[in-house]
């Protein structure tokens, strides 16, 4: 089954500064890589997702890239500020066999601990 | 509010009782999944429906868990005999499944369970 490796595990930042977070995935067959954000007692919120057909994908200050052949993906965090500190996990999803690849359930990293300094 | 919810927020209950968790799903979504959260980790999936039909379980969902999504909105989640280890935070997420195509997982607050 899929293995999703995250790191770094913390991050610290100073406010204004890039962050970028990397996750490696171990099934080739993968094909949906969303992010999420989960701050101090919330839910997940998905923040950004990138499908295997596209390489990169932006919104506004945060960015996704995918590698296919390395498999891994990083999402970038560009301009930080103090409201961007929270948990973040990556997630990789394989396609539900018999339902024409979509994907079904899940797999999560371990989650990135991002700090951003005032 | 009109995404995913979640009931009880919280439950305490004694190692050996059985408890049972709800969730409703955005309506239009006919995709839900059970996660579980433990401190420090990601979230890990348990089971998901489509519709009325469970289409996958895990191997963490040993015997004593249940799920069941009867009429194709709401589900409930039942653990039965809890032991200390299943205290966690169980998540439930909804995704639309159209056309041969997945969207995006919504989140609901979860339910931290604690057993004592």
């Known amino acids: 089954g899929e293995n999703v490796e995250q790191h770094p595990s913390t991050l610290s930042v100073q406010e204004g500064d890039s962050a970028v977070i990397k996750c490696t995935y171990s099934d080739s067959a993968s094909n949906y890589f969303p992010w999420y954000k989960q701050e101090l007692g919330k839910r997940p919120q998905l923040i950004i997702d990138?499908?295997?057909?596209?390489g990169e994908k932006k919104d506004q200050r945060i960015a996704v890239t995918l590698n296919k052949t390395a498999k891994h993906f990083s999402l970038h965090i560009t301009e930080t500020q103090p409201e961007d500190s929270a948990v973040y996990f990556c997630?990789?999803?394989?396609?539900?066999?018999?339902?024409?690849?979509?994907?079904?359930?899940?797999?999560f990293g371990k989650g990135t601990k991002l700090s951003v300094k005032p | 509010d009109t995404g995913v919810s979640q009931d009880p927020r919280h439950k305490i209950t004694k190692r050996g009782q059985n408890v049972t968790f709800r969730c409703d799903p955005i309506?239009?979504?006919?995709?839900l999944y059970w996660y579980r959260q433990t401190l420090g980790q990601g979230p890990e999936f348990l089971t998901y429906f489509q519709n009325e039909a469970q289409l996958e379980k895990s191997r963490l969902l040993s015997d004593r868990f249940s799920a069941e999504r009867p009429k194709g909105s709401f589900s409930t989640l039942e653990i039965q005999r809890t032991e200390q280890g299943d205290s966690a935070m169980y998540l439930c997420?909804?995704?639309?499944?159209?056309?041969?195509?997945?969207?995006?997982?919504?989140f609901g607050p979860g339910t931290r369970l604690t057993v004592t």
């Open positions: 309506s239009e979504h006919n995709r």
């Open positions: 997630a990789a999803s394989e396609p539900v066999g018999g339902y024409g690849g979509s994907q079904g359930n899940l797999i």
């Open positions: 990138i499908r295997s057909n596209v």
């Open positions: 997420a909804s995704s639309l499944f159209l056309a041969g195509a997945s969207y995006e997982q919504y």
